[in-house]
């Protein structure tokens, strides 16, 4: 297991931005800089031991500073969308930045600058012979982004020798606030700039979902995926049924078995690289999204990003919980002890 820390240039203030290299006797490579606690690139041996990059991002910090698609980031303090921008905790109104406009104005993925746009504290170390690990750190005093409390963030990033990626949150606070922290990596086994995903074939272990309105927000509905094109109870291509969601692409968040062990939430296959990745998590929810917005105007790490060029699966907590009272709670309070892991599996199938 190797750890290289290198520069990965300066913000507008002066300050300067580090990257972390991880890369296990494999050939696994995930590098993660400390702006946005973001995964820049992961590395990827194929059927064949050829390694590709499938993380959509940047070599450089510079695109960074806006990254209006989130891009391999830490999202918080809320992930997903907010309906109006607004909630009330404890018989306070809280009002929050309605950053998203595209379909009706919402509060999406923490705000204006939430925890994608701001520098963490990190370190890398060795643990033990099999693994290594990057340990990202970052205080949201009260008020930031409208939001009460002090929250103290803690993400670490793992890599080991089982090609295991794992991403670790915990967070504590000292007032009651809303918290749903996920990764917003995007997707593409066959290689970042290589072409639409709609023949990777998924396997999503959810056999029901939260149904939105025509704001992309939940309606508080809990419905079954049967008889639907979002039924991936069964592995099948991604592409198979796109052309009957509307909007024509996938934003949906998938109910996951109840409980907080580790659980095998989905599976990606790509038969053009033979790369499959899989993706455990304690959250009881998943979303997965087809990267719609993308439009080909932005070119990263492979080439030019567009349309189905790449898919998500965030893990979380089901959006705008903090004000629909039937869905699990996402307020942490003083003294509690805010605790979330997902891990990303990698291998090959001939």
């Known amino acids: 297991m190797r750890i290289l820390e290198s520069d990965f240039g300066k913000l507008p203030d002066g300050r300067g931005s580090r990257r972390y ?7 696994l490579v995930v590098k993660i800089t400390d702006f946005g606690a973001i995964i820049t690139e992961v590395h990827v041996p194929d059927c064949q031991g050829r390694c590709a990059n499938v993380n959509l991002g940047f070599d450089r910090l510079e695109p960074y500073l806006e990254n209006v698609p989130y891009f391999g980031a830490t999202i918080g303090r809320v992930a997903n969308r907010i309906g109006g921008g607004r909630f009330t905790l404890n018989g306070r109104e809280y009002s ?12 999406l993925h923490g705000g204006n600058v939430g925890f994608s746009k701001v ?5 890398a170390r060795q643990v033990g012979d099999d693994a290594a690990e990057v340990r990202c750190a970052y205080r949201s005093v009260d008020g930031e982004e409208g939001y009460p409390g002090d929250l103290d963030v803690k993400v670490m990033f793992g890599l080991n020798e089982a ?6 949150y915990t ?7 809303p918290i749903n922290l996920t990764n917003h990596c995007y997707w593409n086994l066959t290689g970042a700039g290589s072409g639409e995903v709609l023949d990777h074939e998924l396997w999503i272990a959810a056999d029901r979902y939260t149904p939105n309105d025509q704001r992309l927000i939940p309606t508080g509905g809990i419905v079954p995926v049967a008889g639907t094109p979002l039924d991936f109870r069964i592995a099948r291509r991604i592409g198979a049924s796109i052309g009957q969601v509307d909007g024509g692409g996938y934003d949906h968040n998938y109910v996951l078995d109840s409980g907080l062990d580790l659980k095998l939430a989905a599976r990606v296959f790509d038969p053009q690289s033979g790369r499959v990745m899989e993706i455990s998590t304690t959250e009881p929810a998943i979303q997965f999204y087809t990267s719609n917005f993308l439009d080909g105007t932005i070119r990263g790490l492979g080439g030019v990003y567009s349309r189905h060029g790449a898919l998500c699966l965030e893990t979380q907590h089901f959006p ?7 869905f699990p709670s996402i307020i942490l309070n003083p003294g509690e002890v805010y605790r979330s892991r997902t891990v990303h599996r990698f291998g090959v199938r001939g």
Do not use: F, M, Y
């Open 119 to 123: 520098l963490w504290s990190a370190q």
């Open 21 to 27: 290299t991880l890369t296990n006797s494999a050939g």
């Open 320 to 326: 705008d919980a903090v004000n629909r009272p039937e």
């Open 171 to 177: 967070a504590r606070t000292n007032k009651p606030t």
């Open 163 to 168: 090609n295991e990626l794992s991403i670790d």
């Open 96 to 107: 929050l930045a309605q950053n998203a406009i595209n379909p009706a104005p919402s509060h």
